[in-house]
């Protein structure tokens, strides 16, 4: 990453990682629910799954470029976050590679819709399998939803 003159390494690292993680959570986890009405039923942390300190890699390299002669940016660490936050979404990117995986593994050729944020019960259903079949798609004519996608 590059901090131009960080004051502080440690708190830029911190501040990628954080971002990092929070991106994971926006394209993985952190799913809105809607009524059928359209009020949002998931307003906060306490109603939709946020990453939690088990969700942080084992395995996390962060490093700044050291010395950096890039034009000075405001407050140097602040304007962190953004690029890091969008880097979770590889995490999102590999989960759609390792489901197309499992479709050539299984030789379903169709195509399949790629969902964000990719929830594990997205990615289960996602992945097509005899136990994915005994699941019953209900019919949307025959009941009311408790919450809609947005898409």
């Known amino acids: 990453m590059d ?25 993985t986890t952190e799913e809105l629910k809607y009524s059928p009405e359209g009020v949002l039923y998931s307003r906060g942390p306490d109603e939709y799954k946020i ?14 470029l050291p010395s950096s002669q890039s034009t000075p940016t405001i407050y140097s660490s602040k304007g962190l976050g953004e690029s890091g936050m969008f880097l979770g979404s590889s995490v999102f990117f590999a989960i759609t590679d390792a ?8 030789g379903i050729a169709e195509d399949f819709t790629v969902q964000s944020p ?11 399998d005899r136990f994915t079949e005994m699941i019953p798609r209900d019919d949307p004519k ?10």
């Open 3 to 27: 901090a131009c003159c960080s004051l502080n390494p440690a708190i830029d690292i911190g501040q990628v990682e954080g971002s990092f993680i929070q991106g994971m959570g926006l394209y």
């Open 51 to 64: 990453p939690a300190i088990t969700d942080v890699p084992e395995e996390f390299n962060v490093s700044l």
């Open 99 to 106: 489901v197309a995986a499992a479709h050539r593994e299984r």
């Open 118 to 128: 990719a929830t594990p019960e997205w990615v289960r259903m996602a992945c097509a």
């Open 142 to 151: 025959t009941f009311k939803p408790w919450s809609i996608p947005i898409a």
